[in-house]
């Protein structure tokens, strides 16, 4: 028997699909108001927001009109397959990725639609499994701000980051950029670990036979992805039609630039050194950055490889990216002597970050990924002419 959960002493008969339903619920979803039609029966039977919002209601219309605008339809569309179908995703071979799956956690709790959010927690560790990897910083946090204290998600991403500290070469680094109380609760998490550790944070990772494909080619307004979980490149990728995972300017915004800092070497007479010279340094910086140490490897993965636009499901890619570039284009050229002068190699790396901000939209976590590449080629581009003084003296380049 159905229970009452509405305060009104009623009990609800049992939803049945043998029945008519003929009045309807218009939802009207996200910024651009995408809407979704369902049974009002239907909902009232699959959500306690609904049940509650529908039992204050005084009449019965042939359509209700309900919106929630801060909603992302993607997300929606999720939770509605969830109640038609009992599952997230109805493809096995492709899962949403870590920013959906939090959304569709937070939507089951906030409609309270019945095993949606256990739902979301078990696609996020199917995930996770993978592709070795977990959310990254700015989603963390994001996510822990944005659940209840105690909750089964926090708790598990939670547990997810104290195995990331514990295995990884930059615990040191990683912990810096999480806020005070983050770390308080992941004092607490630290002594409940009893899981194996996390060999990465997503993004930026490197390329794996087990896990998506390149990261940062997706539609271009940051929206939500899937990944298609048997691939072995960098790539979460929904199908085009899929919109946003969370509401975004329809225009991104312009790159911020980066300064090119210059250390204390004395290099006022730049022109001491040839190109040749120059373009040793852009050799060697390209050979570090592809073949690490460490934080190369994790900076530069989802970076390395062209995309393949019907392969990474991205098939307007080439639409909206005129002039594609990744690292392993920009090695081959550096190979066959293509580069004449370093700033004409310094104008393609640059480039790989300038489409991934067009792409996707300056507010993704990819174009935080690349914002993260970008910083540190800033920083050792810069070190160019102390690196080329360095080995004009006979020390031994760093």
Not at 153 to 171: K, M, V
Request: hydrophobic share 35%; proline share 8%.
């Amino acid at each position: 028997m159905a229970t009452d959960d509405t305060g009104d002493g009623q009990v609800s008969p049992p939803f049945s699909w043998l029945e008519p339903h003929p009045l309807f619920c218009i939802i009207i979803v996200g910024e651009n108001t995408k809407a979704f039609g369902i049974q009002k029966d239907f909902l009232i039977a699959k959500s306690t927001y609904f049940k509650r919002y529908f039992a204050e209601k005084k009449e019965d219309k042939v359509e209700d009109v309900v919106r929630f605008p801060d909603t992302n339809p993607v997300v929606f569309g999720l939770a509605q397959n969830f109640m038609y179908t009992g599952s997230i995703s109805t493809n096995p071979q492709l899962q949403p990725g870590y920013d959906l799956l939090i959304e569709v956690w937070k939507l089951g709790n906030q409609l309270g639609i019945e095993g949606l959010c256990e739902a979301a927690l078990s696609a996020m560790s199917t995930y996770r499994a993978a592709t070795n990897s977990i959310p990254a910083t700015e989603l963390l946090v994001k996510a822990w701000n944005e659940t209840p204290e105690g909750s089964p998600i926090r708790a598990l991403l939670l547990s997810w980051t104290a195995e990331y500290i514990r295995s990884s070469e930059s615990r040191s680094e990683f912990t810096k950029s999480l806020p005070q109380e983050v770390l308080s609760e992941l004092v607490v998490a630290m002594s409940h670990l009893n899981s194996p550790p996390v060999t990465q944070v997503k993004p930026p990772s490197s390329p794996t036979s087990s896990q998506p494909k390149n990261v940062h080619y997706l539609d271009h307004e940051g929206e939500g992805r899937e990944v298609k979980v048997t691939k072995h490149r960098h790539s979460d990728a929904l199908p085009n039609r899929v919109k946003k995972a969370t509401p975004r300017p329809s225009q991104p915004a312009a790159p911020k630039p980066h300064k090119t800092k210059r250390n204390s070497v004395n290099v006022n007479d730049e022109a001491q050194f040839s190109q040749e010279q120059k373009l040793g340094f852009c050799s060697d910086l390209l050979n570090r950055m592809l073949s690490g140490p460490g934080f190369w490897t994790r900076l530069v993965g989802p970076f390395k490889e062209p995309v393949r636009p019907v392969e990474d499901g991205v098939p307007d890619y080439f639409d909206k990216i005129k002039k594609p570039m990744d690292l392993s284009t920009i090695k081959r050229r550096v190979d066959r002597n293509e580069y004449s002068t370093a700033e004409a190699f310094e104008a393609d790396v640059r480039q790989i970050f300038e489409n991934c901000y067009t792409y996707w939209g300056r507010n993704h976590e990819m174009s935080g990924a690349a914002e993260r590449f970008q910083k540190s080629f800033e920083e050792k581009y810069a070190d160019m002419f102390k690196w080329l003084t360095r080995n004009a003296d006979g020390s031994e380049a760093v």
